[in-house]
């Protein structure tokens, strides 16, 4: 045998270990899928992960403090108020200036009043 025929079969005999690997990984991952028990096991879990939360918001409820989806959720509706405030203040700059050029006209309209009163 040459070197060429050894590496040949080195690759022939990873790509084989390589493809039983998988099949076996597979297979262990379908058993465990398959598994009432590890089913149980991790509906328990999560059932127990569910219940330590609800517990944990019960007793920061109770010490009156706020929990981190509370913070969250106020500071969305600080956002949405403070956007809101900037409209509002919008609007009053636009008014502001309308009334501004309307006080303007009324100013122009008493002067040609009273030029024309005086002549």
Do not use: C
Request: aromatic residues 4%; without cysteine; negative net charge.
């Amino acid at each position: 045998m040459n070197e060429f025929d050894d590496q040949e079969s080195q690759q022939f005999e990873q790509d084989g270990l390589r493809a039983r690997s998988e099949q076996a990984i597979g297979e262990l991952a379908q058993a465990l899928i398959d598994n009432p028990t590890l089913h149980n096991a991790i509906s328990a879990a999560f059932g127990a992960r569910e219940k330590a939360i609800e517990a944990q918001q019960a007793a920061m409820g109770a010490l009156n403090l706020s929990s981190a989806t509370d913070l969250e959720r106020l500071e969305r509706r600080l956002r949405s108020f403070s956007q809101r405030l900037e409209e509002v203040e919008e609007q009053i700059d636009d008014l502001s200036r309308e009334l501004g050029a309307v006080r303007r006209q009324l100013a122009k309209k008493d002067e040609k009043k009273e030029k024309k009163a005086k002549a």
